[in-house]
């Protein structure tokens, strides 16, 4: 498997170039050349979004803001645009962005900073069809799903990055520091208090079951499952 990755441009012969060359490097790509034609395709799939600015109906800005609020996606996005201004690079780093290509650039420059990003957000390949099961948990790491006794439960992203960090180390204390450093990887920084507050909230929504989630004061959570 390899790092799935979406160039979302209006020109297409940017979008055949950037896909080639990145492929080429081992990633595995697709291209949008709207706003909306992305939207079509299962977005929360994919691992790094190459996005431009400017586009028809759709902004990248509105779509990068979708990504973030709506859908609540976390990958990063590196915004490719023909405006250089302050106000410009701001606005998009308000919206989440990780990085900030202004054209013409080389594609050189555009793979040397997708592999900065990857290597930064500490981004692997995705794994195909593992489940864990522990206890009446099944998590299926593929489709982003729990199951309680066969029962699906609505988990949160950073609930289900939370289980699966757990689930995948059972009886390892883990610190909040390396909860947060895991699962919050390329998101705003925030404070070890959040990782408290999503254990509990995790603990709720898995009942008796959330008993298996077991402290240590001053080291950490780690999965209980005796």
């Known amino acids: 498997m390899s790092i799935?990755?979406?160039?979302?441009?209006d020109e297409?012969?940017?979008?055949?170039?950037?896909?080639?060359?990145?492929e080429g490097e081992g990633y595995d790509v697709d291209v949008a050349y709207s706003a909306e034609e992305a939207l079509k395709k299962s977005l929360g799939s994919y691992q790094l979004i190459l996005l431009d600015v400017m586009m028809g109906k759709i902004s990248g800005f509105k779509l990068a803001k979708m990504i973030r609020q709506e859908m609540r996606l976390t990958m990063p996005i590196l915004f490719i645009t023909a405006k250089d201004g302050e106000n410009n690079t701001l606005t998009g780093f308000s919206l989440g962005a990780d990085d900030y290509i202004t054209k013409p650039f080389s594609v050189r420059e555009v793979i040397a900073r997708v592999?900065?990003?990857?290597?930064?957000?500490g981004i692997s390949p995705?794994?195909?069809?593992?489940?864990?099961?522990?206890?009446?948990?099944?998590l299926d790491v593929e489709r982003k799903k729990l199951a309680i006794d066969g029962k699906e439960i609505d988990l949160t992203r950073k609930e289900f990055d939370i289980l699966y960090l757990l689930m995948d180390n059972t009886y390892r204390v883990h610190s909040r520091e390396e909860i947060l450093d895991r699962v919050w990887s390329y998101?705003?920084?925030?404070?070890?208090?959040?990782?408290?507050?999503?254990?509990t909230r995790l603990r709720k929504k898995l009942g008796e079951h959330g008993k298996m989630i077991g402290s240590r004061p001053g080291y950490g959570y780690f999965l209980n499952t005796r």
């Open 4 to 9: 799935k990755i979406l160039v979302i441009d």
């Open 115 to 121: 592999k900065a990003v990857v290597q930064r957000a």
């Open 126 to 138: 995705p794994i195909t069809g593992k489940k864990l099961k522990t206890n009446g948990l099944e």
């Open 187 to 199: 998101d705003v920084v925030v404070s070890l208090r959040t990782v408290d507050v999503h254990i």
């Open 12 to 22: 297409e012969d940017l979008c055949e170039i950037l896909q080639f060359n990145l």
